[in-house]
């Protein structure tokens, strides 16, 4: 599957952390239903049998709701079930090495900091960038904060979507207007709600006004 600028609106990133009651299929349903655009399944702890099915369960809601869907860092699972594409970070597969791994027609998203690391990726085949942490975060407890400055130089360097990460939710995601970037990436700000398809429609509501200003 390919996309456009359209689909880096509002970008969901599953994280078990958040489950409560309820399942992870579920929580991602509810997402889906409150408009997210794109679904990333993140998983750091299963076993690649669980891995595996979780994922084709996921992939089935993206394909019924017509969401692109892309794995974590795992390029074998990724490969194994035809997933849309991957995702990975600076630590994880070089960009082009993942190109090479997953064809052309697969969608590929690396997270970087600097311009030098944006237009490497994007050299090597990346299609979208996720860039931050735009604001502190839980989620990531290593992850560094970069400026607005820096998360404008990059968009205005490169020519594929760039989509901002870390710390995001209502309250702040006003403040990345100007920044050129084409949607958002989230965890907590979803999957951490109440009522998780009433959060993901008013956030994305918010998140036009950033990218259409």
């Given at each position: 599957?390919?996309?456009?600028?359209?689909?880096m609106?509002l970008y969901?990133?599953?994280?078990?952390?958040?489950?409560?009651?309820?399942?992870?299929?579920?929580?991602v349903?509810?997402?889906l239903q409150?408009?997210a655009?794109?679904?990333?399944?993140?998983?750091?702890?299963?076993?690649?049998?669980?891995?595996?099915?979780?994922?084709?369960?996921?992939?089935?809601?993206?394909?019924?709701?017509?969401?692109?869907?892309?794995?974590?860092?795992?390029v074998?699972?990724?490969?194994?079930?035809n997933?849309?594409?991957?995702?990975?970070?600076?630590?994880?597969?070089?960009?082009?090495?993942?190109?090479?791994?997953?064809?052309?027609?697969?969608?590929?998203?690396?997270?970087?900091?600097?311009?030098?690391?944006a237009?490497?990726a994007?050299e090597?085949?990346?299609?979208?960038?996720?860039?931050g942490?735009?604001?502190?975060?839980?989620?990531k407890?290593?992850?560094?904060?970069i400026?607005?400055?820096?998360?404008?130089?990059?968009?205005d360097?490169?020519?594929?979507?760039?989509?901002?990460i870390g710390?995001?939710?209502k309250?702040?995601?006003?403040?990345?207007a100007?920044s050129?970037i084409?949607?958002?990436a989230v965890?907590?700000?979803?999957?951490?709600a109440?009522?998780?398809?009433?959060?993901?429609s008013?956030?994305?509501?918010?998140t036009?006004?950033?990218?259409?200003?």
């Amino acid at each position: 599957m390919k996309f456009n600028n359209d689909d880096m609106l509002l970008y969901a990133v599953t994280d078990r952390a958040w489950l409560g009651n309820q399942t992870l299929d579920e929580q991602v349903e509810e997402a889906l239903q409150g408009g997210a655009t794109f679904l990333q399944l993140r998983e750091k702890e299963l076993n690649d049998d669980d891995f595996f099915a979780e994922a084709t369960r996921l992939q089935k809601l993206c394909e019924k709701y017509h969401v692109p869907f892309v794995i974590n860092d795992n390029v074998d699972i990724a490969c194994q079930m035809n997933a849309d594409g991957v995702h990975v970070g600076q630590l994880d597969m070089e960009a082009g090495d993942v190109r090479a791994r997953i064809g052309e027609d697969k969608i590929l998203g690396v997270t970087v900091q600097t311009v030098e690391q944006a237009l490497l990726a994007q050299e090597r085949g990346a299609d979208y960038l996720g860039v931050g942490a735009v604001f502190h975060t839980g989620s990531k407890a290593n992850a560094s904060v970069i400026s607005f400055e820096a998360l404008k130089a990059i968009c205005d360097v490169v020519t594929i979507p760039v989509v901002a990460i870390g710390g995001i939710n209502k309250s702040n995601v006003l403040e990345l207007a100007g920044s050129g970037i084409s949607g958002i990436a989230v965890i907590s700000a979803i999957f951490a709600a109440k009522d998780i398809c009433k959060e993901t429609s008013e956030l994305k509501i918010l998140t036009q006004q950033v990218v259409t200003r």
